[in-house]
């Protein structure tokens, strides 16, 4: 068991608990998984039991007692991986949609983790232990290359790579309407949306810098195929950036229609980083996915 020890900020005023902890806790647990141990009272705010209805103040102290997900056995399990790349220090992973990258509160199977440890012998441990080899991780419905580190001195080297943004990575979308301009780069702050505490927003108050530099590839059919280059790392950052130019990924729940596509259609296809060992630069880059492609090539 693990206890948070929280402090409620200015944006989170007079939200539920329930609702405040489903956004300020780790790894995002489910709300009815919150809820159980409202339920319970091992929740405390300002040393008091409360309901999960209750309403948070900025400053208040909220105590949140959490299983351990290392204490929960992550198992190998013989899951196909498409091995892109990999030597002594590290692994380029090709990971499909709907795939975790790691186990988190509820799920504790079929992650990318699980794959990795059957498949590798060595994994950096320096991370959490149930998140073994992983540098950098990919939204549950993002596919493409990710990096895995096989030792610690691996890991630690690609870990200041992504700190100091040395990494360069590009991804291909398929968004909604024709993108006016080539090329371009969104240059938005991003925070917690107002309304809603799951999503990110374009806001100009409590938020962070972000930019995004994009490319057009080709225009057909109401909808453009685009390269995207995170110059930033914020949550959901490409998302809530296409949706913010009034280009919205197609098949995006959360910022756009997920009807309008079989999948989000964002792949992670290069990525660009400086060897641990050799020190020089490598690049890894796939094919944009077959799906996108004949999106651009038949009417909607």
């Known amino acids: 068991m693990h ?12 939200f539920r608990l329930d609702v405040f902890l489903a956004d300020a806790l780790p790894d995002a647990p489910s709300r009815s998984f919150i809820k159980r141990i409202i339920e319970s009272q091992q929740v405390l705010v300002n040393g008091k039991r409360v309901k999960a209805h209750h309403k948070v103040c900025a400053g208040d102290a909220v105590e949140v007692p959490v299983p351990e997900v290392a204490a929960i056995d992550v198992a190998p399990e013989n899951i196909a991986l498409d091995i892109f790349y990999q030597d002594d220090d590290i692994a380029v992973i090709n990971k499909p949609i709907g795939m975790m990258v790691h186990p988190a509160t509820g799920c504790y199977s079929g992650t990318l983790v699980n794959a990795l440890l059957f498949h ?10 149930h998140r073994p080899g992983i540098v950098h991780r990919l939204d549950r419905a993002t ?8 030792n610690n001195v691996a890991h630690a080297r690609l870990s200041r790579q992504f700190e100091k943004h040395a ?4 991804y291909v979308a398929l968004v909604e309407g024709l993108v006016e301009f080539d090329e371009g780069v969104i240059d938005a702050p991003l925070g917690r949306h107002p309304y809603h505490h799951k999503k990110r927003a374009v806001v100009f108050h409590g938020s962070k810098e972000a930019q995004t530099r994009y ?3 080709t225009r057909a059919h109401n909808r453009s195929l685009v390269a995207l280059f995170p110059q930033t790392g914020r949550t959901h950052q490409l998302r809530v950036h296409m949706a913010h130019l009034g280009h919205p990924i197609l098949g ?8 309008s596509f079989n999948r989000l259609a964002l792949h992670a296809q290069s990525i660009e980083v400086t060897h641990p060992t050799t020190r020089q630069r490598i690049a ?7 799906e996108f492609l004949r999106a651009c090539e038949q009417p909607e």
């Not at 590798?120 to 232990?129: G, M």
């Open 143 to 150: 596919s493409g290359l990710i990096i895995v580190a096989k």
């Open 3 to 14: 206890t948070y020890s929280l402090t409620v900020a200015d944006e989170y005023s007079n």
């Open 120 to 129: 590798f012998k060595n994994l950096s441990d320096v991370n959490q232990p």
């Open 215 to 217: 490319h057009v590839i």
């Open 284 to 290: 890894f880059s796939s094919v944009i996915p077959a």
């Open 167 to 170: 990494v360069v990575k590009r």
């Open 252 to 259: 995006d729940d959360k910022y756009g229609t997920q009807k």
